[in-house]
């Protein structure tokens, strides 16, 4: 099995920074494109950032100039660095990542649980 577990979710004001944090654990031999997607209350689940294994990267409109998102692929670990933050911003913020389990290949999308990041002024 395979777990993604998010950290660094906070209260903070506007204009303010965070960093999110997620490590993969468990059955692993590599590990493709890992993203940051966010789920405010009353809306769908978006795409926030991607990151390819070889680091090509990606982030929505809305955030590319506040947001950076980065991989520390010898710790199975992505990052989003979220700065000037907004309160449109506030939401449940989750990991999402392609893992392959073995060299016969098979990709699987994980989750995690997700990490709550509120902007208030």
């Not at 997620?22 to 031999?29: D, P, Q, R």
């Not at 997607?37 to 990267?57: C, D, F, H, M």
């Amino acid at each position: 099995q395979v777990q993604l577990v998010e950290s660094g979710g906070d209260l903070v004001q506007p204009g303010g920074s965070l960093r999110l944090s997620c490590v993969a654990s468990g059955s692993i031999f590599r590990i493709y494109t890992m993203s940051w997607y966010r789920q405010a209350p009353g809306k769908q689940r978006e795409l926030v950032a991607s990151i390819t294994n070889s680091g090509s990267r990606f982030a929505i409109d809305s955030v590319k100039d506040r947001f950076t998102i980065s991989r520390d692929n010898a710790k199975n670990t992505v990052y989003l660095q979220m700065n000037s933050l907004k309160p449109e911003d506030t939401a449940v913020y989750y990991c999402n990542a392609g893992v392959e389990k073995g060299p016969a290949g098979g990709l699987v999308i994980y989750w995690g649980q997700g990490t709550q990041v509120t902007v208030f002024s």
